[in-house]
């Protein structure tokens, strides 16, 4: 069974320093999004992507964060100056244009940042 | 076991009864529904979806009952076995793409 992928599985970084974490959607998915999860509070949308442009965008997702789809196959989240409080799980998540919209989460990438 | 009031963060339930997990949402134009189990250190994995012209639909053994009128969710899982220990998220579709995820409910399964 396809699945959403996700590199790598564990980020420990510098306040400051930039990370970049990695995700391989499901080939045949148009619809592509990144969310977070603090550790034990809900999980939080932070940005769509469609058609290579950002479709929408909360207010987390600040000038500190960018995705990019650079290949046919990748989609990343780039945090430019990592603050503590981005330590988080992040998730990808993607969509096709069949079903009713459901998304399929990857396992996730932990961030901790020091 | 049924959870008796919404906001509830655990429920335990005996392995092979039936499981309701609710919640409440607060967008009334919010059009799809989503549940999903979350197991720890793992991503969300889908359970099952219902629009807002539905008020209910069927799965393998779990069924979620939707009532606009209170803005309210239910997921229903029949026969629960050990491995439906996790964390259960219901989540809103609002406005064309985002998804709002509620608190999470943790589901132990006594054996």
């Known amino acids: 069974e396809p699945e959403v992928t996700q590199t790598p599985s564990h980020q420990v970084t510098q306040m400051g320093q930039e990370v970049i974490l990695r995700c391989v959607p499901i080939?045949?998915?148009?619809?592509f999004y990144w969310y977070r999860q603090i550790l034990g509070q809900k999980v939080e949308f932070l940005v769509s992507?469609?058609?290579?442009?950002?479709?929408?965008k909360s207010e987390i997702f600040d000038d500190q964060f960018s995705v990019e789809r650079p290949d046919g196959s990748n989609f990343t989240l780039k945090i430019r100056s990592t603050k503590l409080e981005d330590s988080a799980m992040y998730f990808c998540?993607?969509?096709?244009?069949?079903?009713?919209?459901?998304?399929?989460f990857g396992p996730g990438t932990r961030l901790t940042v020091l | 076991g049924e959870n008796v009031g919404l906001h509830l963060p655990t429920l335990s339930v005996q392995e092979g009864d039936n499981s309701i997990i609710n919640c409440a949402y607060s967008?009334?134009?919010?059009?799809?529904f989503i549940w999903y189990k979350q197991e720890s250190g793992k991503g969300p994995q889908f359970i099952i979806d219902?629009?807002?012209?539905?008020d209910k639909r069927q799965g393998q053994r779990v069924t979620v009952l939707l009532n606009k009128t209170v803005k309210h969710l239910s997921l229903q899982i029949a026969a629960t076995q050990p491995g439906d220990s996790a964390v259960y998220f219901c989540?809103?579709?609002?406005?064309?793409?985002?998804?709002?995820f509620g608190q999470g409910t943790r589901l132990t399964i006594n054996p």
């Open positions: 998540a993607s969509r096709g244009l069949a079903g009713q919209g459901e998304q399929f």
């Open positions: 080939s045949n998915h148009l619809y």
């Open positions: 992507f469609y058609n290579n442009e950002i479709s929408e």
């Open positions: 967008n009334s134009a919010s059009d799809y």
């Open positions: 219902i629009r807002s012209n539905m």
């Open positions: 989540a809103e579709r609002r406005g064309a793409q985002k998804l709002v």
